[in-house]
């Protein structure tokens, strides 16, 4: 009897048990389920040490889910091959309705081996804790706006308006802490609300500082001080936007870095015909939302502020002469971004009037641009 030198391996994880099917690689080869297995640690091994009975080498896989990324990295130390996949790029078979946990093991087997599935970037046990204290933090703004909206929805209720600015300065809480409400009942959760604002605000102080006290000794933290030298790019959103993408070596080319973010456009052709439309959005929303953020400081004409020429006097000088960061090389991009620019010729006549294109690494036609070449 002779064995297939791949083995492929579906989990369906779960909080308190995993669907486990494997397909041998031959594609005549049916898929095997071999029922629910724990989480536990000696449960894992056991699988682990019961697979390479049946094939020497073995690649599993499961989806991305609320289980976090642990089980990868364990089954990863323990020398198998593990994907954790995109559970959005997993194709599905419109008519098929039924959907267990046996089902979707076998699925993700038959998918491993037809090479139909996408894998997701897996981090690193310390570059998820910086990510998981960017998401704390966005948690926190989150909340903080919310608390905002109650207390303001609650004042309008009871026609309590303030005459000046309400931009939640030292004006604005002096004024909050002279507001009297009518009735006791309503002075109470007027002071509730008020101790939210409060607490949420400094939660996000707390967070904002144990998020800047881990990067100086972060292995990514030099490419955290080289995105510092962009305008609008300060700590927390370089942080941010590194720890969500991870090592940025891991893609190829922009139009990979832009599909990651979601920031291409979506198509629906047929034939001769082509029709582009939005932004797909598919990709990392906090890296994205981040990255749009500093995007927002390009409104503004070019320039190099105080802030930003402390910043750029911080960063190493590169030893060729085409560089991405430094003084030079930033003081130079930004006077070139007053220059008036050439439009991009009309595609097709579909051009409309007053619009403008943006490439973001590519020129028109999809061609990277000379830039990108000599680079």
Known sequence: MTHSSTL?????????????????QDHHAEVVSLGNRGTRPCDIDHLIRRLPSTSPHLVLVYEAGPCGDWLSRDLTQQGPVCWVVAPSLIPTKPGDRVTTNRRD?????????????TPVYVPTVEDEAIRDLCRARADAIRALKTAKFRLNAFLLRQDIRDTGRATWGPAHRRWLSEVVCPTPAQQMVFQEYVRAVTEHTERLQRLEQALHE?????RLQPVVEALQGLRGVQCTVAVTLVAELGDLTRFANPRQLMRDLGLIPSESSSGDRRRQGGLTKAGNTHARRALIEGAWAYRSPAKVSRHLQWRLETLPETASGDQLEGPSAAVHTLAAADRPREKPPPSGGRHRPGTECVYMGYGPGGTPDSRDRDR
């Open 214 to 218: 881990p990067v100086n000794t972060w």
């Open 8 to 24: 492929y391996v579906g989990m369906d994880v779960h909080k308190d048990s995993i669907a486990v099917a494997d397909v041998a």
């Open 105 to 117: 093991a076998i699925k993700l087997a038959r998918l491993m081996r037809s090479g139909d599935l």
